[in-house]
T-cell receptor
């Protein structure tokens, strides 16, 4: 069966510090991978998605970046965190289909607080 | 802008009652999906309905889709305290590879 691992679960970082969140998927190949951010009491904002190694699409201009060094590994990074980067970060994967978006499978999220 | 918007923002009902949540969207879609999120956790996929389908059932869940009105509803029958969660609809804003989520409905089921 497929599983998704996301860590750390919680993180408190000072403004201006770097960030690295990691997500890995097991039990599937060639998944689509996603990073979403959720502000408190709000919906999900798509940050990045990837359809393959080294292929990253950015949805929102900001000081965050994403990389996919391996097929089932997705990393969210920042060189210098801002207060506005605080939030709940969710990684997700889906089966790649040609003509429709398949269901997303989410990790348990990382609660990031920038102080 | 968000593709899907849920209504109501919050809903509080007694155990055993039915809960209905609505979702409206703006552009053509291939499919619409509903998810549940327990507090502090990731989202869990509940049901997917395609644009050529009008109704779909899964256990106590019933989803309808009206493409002419660009709206969908999620009905949870005989609700339980364990159904307490946030519920989101998600649509593919354009062909391929990404879903856009609404702001969600917070459901509280009181026992």
């Amino acid at each position: 069966s497929q599983t998704i691992h996301q860590w750390p679960a919680t993180l408190v970082q000072p403004v201006g510090s770097p960030l690295s969140l990691e997500c890995t998927v097991e039990g599937t190949s060639n998944p689509n991978l996603y990073w979403y951010r959720q502000a408190a009491g709000r919906g999900l904002q798509l940050l990045f998605y990837s359809v393959g190694i080294g292929q990253i699409s950015s949805e929102v201009p900001q000081n965050l970046s994403a990389s996919r060094p391996q097929d089932r590994q997705f990393i969210l990074s920042s060189k210098k965190l801002l207060l506005s980067d605080s939030g709940f970060y969710l990684c997700a994967w889906s089966v790649r289909r040609r003509r429709e978006n398949s269901p997303l499978h989410f990790g348990n999220g990382t609660r990031l607080t920038v102080t | 802008s968000q593709q899907g918007e849920e209504d109501p923002q919050a809903l509080s009902i007694q155990e055993g009652e039915n809960a209905t949540m609505n979702c409206s969207y703006k552009t053509s879609i291939n499919n619409l999906q509903w998810y549940r999120q327990n507090s502090g956790r990731g989202l869990v996929h509940l049901i997917l309905i395609r644009s050529n389908e009008r109704e779909k059932h899964s256990g106590r869940l019933r989803v309808t889709l009206d493409t002419s009105k660009k709206s969908s509803s999620l009905l949870i029958t005989a609700s339980r305290a364990a159904d307490t969660a946030s519920y989101f609809c998600a649509t593919d804003a354009e062909y391929g590879n990404k879903l856009v989520f609404g702001a969600g409905t917070i459901l509280r089921v009181k026992s």
